[in-house]
């Protein structure tokens, strides 16, 4: 046997090299090597192999005299080569985040009144610390408050609200339940399907379902016009080219047919953007895009930026996005037809605006606005009875999912005010808690960071993270292809979302940090570009003190109040910005004063102080957080002796256990930080030691960690070491 080196990468399957001993190269396919040893992806590693008398590879060997074979081997994965993705089976990639969620409880408990029951006024003094840095922002970087830090009291309402909700049984609340997520993901069946129509024959024919139109805004009414047909019944064709000066231009091609190539026809359109141009519908080639299918796309090969010769029919030529390097087909739509056709659309254009996600330039109500109202080219899908259902900006545009919030926020309600409005207010009823600002402590400055700090790049929500945001009909172990998604009516949106703490160190150099390293982005508009706004936080250890007021409750109202003030030993509070990654962890420390307001009315001086007669009365805490324990017993059919027995014993409240503990034991502070952070898209690859992996043309390889659609666990699973 001859001694090599062999190299292992994996992109969708393995790719091996061995360096043979003369420094050729062999390529040799992955079947038939032992699964455990590529998954270890050695670098440069020293083997022994053998070659048969054509050059075939027979033997691949860890030592000399074949005692460790890799190759050929018994223990061979059968779908080691295949670069498909089986979506039969429940992916072994694991799902993390920041951020998990609270079951929803199916039933609402109602906030009953009780025979007996005491009306309680006074106030709760709040001693608040910062264990991590915190951050709300006032004006530009500034932390709340014009001459020093504040917390503003709202801030604390409604962090308070979300827990009374969670621990009270109460309504999971939505500010607008009628708010439907969208989505855009070409390599889903469920999706594609709505664009596209498979005709089964020989070579199969892929058409697009999708009508080309024109928008008008008339008064606070759109209306879409459909695009005129040719001869042929199409509304549109296809221009070939290639977007230029970093994607923000798009150069068409035409075709010359002397030298039978194509050759860029002298001119450029912004993406997001239109152009006016003239063909001959007459003189379009159809695109045979793969040996195995056709397109039913029309392109066309001549066309000018005036009249010229037969090009006498006007249109549009549309561009959209750059999508990486792959995308070369824009759109030529024709102009309007007649004006009688057009569909008023501004109930749809409500739904449209709901998408929080969209591209700016590519919203259409924007482009709107900056052509004054003019007409503008769009795309959109019907239903079986010709009713437009969805529109866009191209063919292949963003969809609304078919269920809205509300739809799959699947409670049982009462008529009666469940606690979070019974304290909190409605519109109909009064607030009974006021919440005062949190100052500085008397006998401490609170200290704030010297100077601005970037916060670590921020991610919007993504809801159409589906696995993650609604319940799975496994669990963890469903399939991809069984995923629940917003478009499925047996849909259920998992839960109250909470950061977990993370203990991020605070020096912007270290691994991990909340802070965003200036010095890792070296170009200057790449900076500018991927920053928010600097911030000034507010240091560790920081204490202020606010004042809850309370009027007119109960006392099991004023025990669930404490219940979510005063956490278990552990557990801490989640405010403010930068929660994902670190910000925003305090600790709440209550003490409780009830107020006697017939004493307090009825008498000027206190005859044993000699003092003003306030009628306050330092009160016992955990007595009222049972007498809520009590309530919820008698309401959920359990026996929990006292509050912590619910804390701890509550199938709910145990997952809220996890999520407020600022550290978790089973974890080093280094390993917890991986196992919350964002999943990512482009994640780079390290082998077993540490180093960086690489494709063969010399870029970073990465992995898409989104790709196979990992279900999150619930909290109490996800914190188990596996």
């Given at each position: 046997?001859?001694?090599?080196?062999i190299?292992?990468?994996?992109?969708?399957?393995?790719?091996?090299?061995?360096?043979?001993?003369?420094?050729?190269?062999?390529?040799?396919?992955c079947?038939?090597?032992?699964?455990?040893?590529?998954?270890g992806l050695?670098?440069?590693?020293e083997?022994?192999?053998?070659?048969d008398?054509?050059?075939?590879l027979?033997?691949v060997s860890?030592d000399?005299?074949?005692?460790?074979?890799?190759f050929?081997?018994?223990n061979?994965?059968p779908h080691i080569?295949?670069?498909?993705?089986?979506?039969?089976?429940?992916?072994?990639?694991k799902?993390?985040?920041?951020?998990?969620?609270?079951?929803?409880n199916?039933s609402?408990?109602?906030?009953?009144?009780?025979?007996?029951?005491?009306?309680?006024t006074g106030?709760?003094?709040?001693?608040?610390?910062?264990k991590?840095?915190?951050?709300?922002?006032?004006?530009g970087?500034?932390?709340?408050?014009a001459?020093y830090?504040?917390?503003?009291g709202?801030?604390?309402?409604?962090?308070?609200r979300?827990?009374v909700?969670?621990?009270?049984?109460?309504?999971?609340?939505?500010?607008?339940?009628?708010?439907r997520?969208f989505?855009?993901?070409?390599?889903?069946?469920?999706y594609?399907?709505k664009f596209?129509?498979?005709q089964?024959?020989?070579?199969?024919?892929?058409?697009?379902?999708?009508?080309?139109?024109?928008?008008?805004?008339d008064?606070?009414?759109?209306?879409?016009?459909?695009?005129?047909t040719?001869s042929?019944h199409?509304?549109y064709?296809r221009i070939?080219?290639?977007?230029?000066?970093h994607?923000?231009?798009?150069?068409?091609?035409?075709?010359?047919?002397?030298?039978?190539?194509?050759?860029?026809?002298g001119f450029?359109?912004?993406?997001y953007?239109?152009?006016?141009?003239?063909?001959?519908?007459?003189?379009?080639?159809k695109?045979?895009h793969?040996?195995?299918?056709?397109?039913?796309?029309w392109i066309?090969?001549?066309?000018?930026?005036?009249?010229?010769?037969?090009?006498?029919?006007e249109?549009?030529?549309v561009?959209?996005?750059?999508f990486?390097?792959?995308?070369?087909?824009?759109?030529?739509?024709?102009?309007?037809?007649?004006?009688?056709?057009a569909?008023?659309?501004s109930k749809?254009?409500?739904?449209?605006?709901?998408?929080d996600n969209?591209?700016e330039?590519?919203?259409?109500i924007k482009m709107?606005k900056?052509?004054?109202n003019q007409?503008i080219?769009c795309?959109?899908?019907t239903?079986?009875?010709n009713q437009i259902?969805?529109?866009?900006?191209?063919?292949?545009?963003?969809?609304?999912y078919?269920?809205?919030?509300?739809?799959?926020?699947?409670?049982?309600?009462n008529d009666?005010?469940d606690?979070?409005?019974?304290?909190?207010?409605t519109?109909?009823?009064?607030?009974?808690?006021?919440?005062?600002?949190?100052?500085?402590?008397?006998?401490n400055v609170?200290e704030?960071?010297?100077?601005?700090?970037?916060?670590n790049?921020?991610?919007?929500?993504?809801?159409?993270c589906?696995?993650?945001y609604?319940?799975q009909?496994?669990?963890?172990?469903?399939?991809k292809?069984?995923?629940?998604?917003?478009?499925?009516?047996n849909?259920?949106i998992?839960?109250?979302k909470?950061?977990?703490?993370?203990?991020?160190?605070d020096e912007?150099?270290?691994?991990?940090s909340?802070?965003?390293?200036m010095?890792?982005i070296?170009d200057?508009n790449k900076?500018?570009?991927?920053?928010?706004?600097?911030?000034i936080?507010?240091?560790?250890?920081?204490k202020?003190?606010?004042?809850?007021?309370?009027?007119?409750i109960t006392?099991?109202?004023?025990g669930?109040?404490?219940?979510v003030?005063?956490?278990?030993?552990?557990?801490f509070?989640?405010l403010?910005m930068?929660?994902?990654?670190g910000?925003?962890?305090?600790?709440?420390?209550?003490?409780?004063?009830?107020?006697?307001?017939?004493?307090?009315?009825?008498?000027?001086?206190d005859?044993s102080?000699?003092?003003?007669?306030?009628?306050?009365?330092?009160a016992?805490?955990?007595?009222?957080?049972?007498?809520?324990t009590?309530?919820?017993?008698?309401?959920l059919g359990t026996s929990?002796?006292?509050?912590?027995?619910?804390?701890y014993?509550?199938s709910?409240?145990?997952?809220?256990?996890?999520?407020?503990?600022?550290?978790?034991n089973?974890?080093?502070?280094e390993?917890w930080?991986?196992?919350?952070?964002?999943?990512?898209?482009?994640k780079?690859?390290?082998?077993p030691h540490g180093?960086?992996l690489?494709?063969?043309?010399?870029?970073?390889?990465?992995?898409n960690e989104?790709?196979?659609?990992?279900v999150?666990?619930?909290?109490?699973?996800y914190?188990?070491k596996?």
């Amino acid at each position: 046997m001859k001694k090599g080196i062999i190299t292992i990468t994996k992109t969708k399957s393995y790719f091996i090299t061995i360096i043979k001993d003369n420094g050729k190269k062999l390529t040799p396919s992955c079947n038939g090597f032992d699964e455990s040893f590529l998954k270890g992806l050695p670098q440069n590693m020293e083997v022994y192999y053998e070659l048969d008398n054509k050059g075939i590879l027979i033997n691949v060997s860890k030592d000399k005299d074949k005692k460790e074979l890799i190759f050929p081997c018994n223990n061979l994965n059968p779908h080691i080569n295949d670069t498909t993705q089986n979506t039969d089976l429940p992916s072994t990639d694991k799902a993390h985040a920041p951020y998990n969620f609270i079951p929803v409880n199916k039933s609402v408990i109602p906030d009953l009144k009780q025979d007996g029951e005491k009306i309680l006024t006074g106030y709760i003094d709040l001693e608040i610390t910062t264990k991590t840095a915190l951050f709300i922002r006032g004006i530009g970087e500034k932390f709340f408050g014009a001459e020093y830090p504040v917390i503003p009291g709202s801030s604390l309402r409604g962090m308070i609200r979300t827990l009374v909700e969670i621990v009270s049984y109460s309504e999971l609340k939505f500010s607008d339940k009628k708010k439907r997520f969208f989505y855009r993901n070409i390599g889903e069946n469920f999706y594609r399907d709505k664009f596209i129509e498979n005709q089964k024959i020989n070579p199969p024919l892929v058409k697009m379902k999708v009508y080309s139109g024109w928008l008008t805004k008339d008064g606070n009414q759109y209306y879409i016009t459909p695009s005129s047909t040719d001869s042929n019944h199409r509304q549109y064709y296809r221009i070939n080219g290639s977007f230029t000066k970093h994607n923000i231009y798009f150069r068409p091609k035409k075709f010359d047919f002397a030298n039978t190539t194509w050759i860029d026809a002298g001119f450029e359109v912004p993406v997001y953007d239109f152009r006016k141009v003239f063909f001959n519908p007459t003189r379009v080639d159809k695109i045979k895009h793969k040996p195995n299918f056709n397109l039913d796309y029309w392109i066309l090969r001549e066309f000018s930026q005036a009249k010229s010769g037969g090009l006498t029919q006007e249109g549009s030529l549309v561009v959209s996005g750059a999508f990486a390097t792959k995308k070369h087909y824009q759109w030529v739509i024709n102009q309007a037809g007649n004006v009688n056709t057009a569909i008023n659309v501004s109930k749809l254009i409500e739904e449209y605006k709901m998408d929080d996600n969209r591209e700016e330039n590519a919203d259409l109500i924007k482009m709107l606005k900056n052509k004054n109202n003019q007409a503008i080219p769009c795309f959109y899908l019907t239903d079986g009875k010709n009713q437009i259902i969805a529109l866009g900006h191209t063919g292949i545009f963003r969809l609304a999912y078919q269920y809205n919030v509300g739809t799959l926020l699947k409670q049982k309600q009462n008529d009666i005010p469940d606690f979070a409005d019974s304290m909190f207010g409605t519109q109909e009823q009064s607030s009974k808690v006021f919440f005062e600002d949190g100052l500085p402590s008397k006998e401490n400055v609170v200290e704030v960071y010297p100077n601005p700090i970037h916060l670590n790049i921020l991610q919007s929500p993504r809801t159409t993270c589906f696995q993650h945001y609604l319940e799975q009909p496994n669990g963890v172990n469903t399939p991809k292809n069984a995923l629940h998604n917003w478009g499925n009516q047996n849909s259920q949106i998992k839960g109250f979302k909470l950061y977990w703490h993370r203990d991020a160190p605070d020096e912007m150099t270290q691994k991990d940090s909340w802070a965003f390293n200036m010095s890792d982005i070296t170009d200057f508009n790449k900076k500018k570009n991927i920053l928010s706004e600097p911030v000034i936080p507010v240091k560790r250890e920081q204490k202020f003190m606010a004042r809850l007021r309370f009027a007119d409750i109960t006392e099991k109202e004023l025990g669930c109040l404490l219940m979510v003030l005063e956490l278990p030993n552990g557990c801490f509070h989640k405010l403010g910005m930068g929660k994902p990654y670190g910000l925003g962890s305090i600790e709440i420390k209550p003490n409780l004063t009830t107020i006697d307001l017939e004493k307090r009315y009825s008498l000027l001086i206190d005859s044993s102080t000699n003092e003003w007669e306030e009628g306050t009365t330092k009160a016992d805490i955990n007595s009222f957080k049972n007498s809520f324990t009590v309530y919820m017993n008698n309401q959920l059919g359990t026996s929990y002796s006292d509050f912590l027995s619910f804390w701890y014993y509550d199938s709910r409240l145990k997952e809220l256990l996890q999520m407020l503990s600022f550290t978790h034991n089973e974890y080093s502070t280094e390993e917890w930080l991986k196992k919350t952070r964002y999943m990512e898209i482009g994640k780079l690859k390290f082998d077993p030691h540490g180093n960086q992996l690489f494709k063969e043309n010399g870029k970073p390889d990465t992995k898409n960690e989104y790709e196979n659609r990992p279900v999150l666990p619930k909290p109490s699973e996800y914190i188990k070491k596996t």
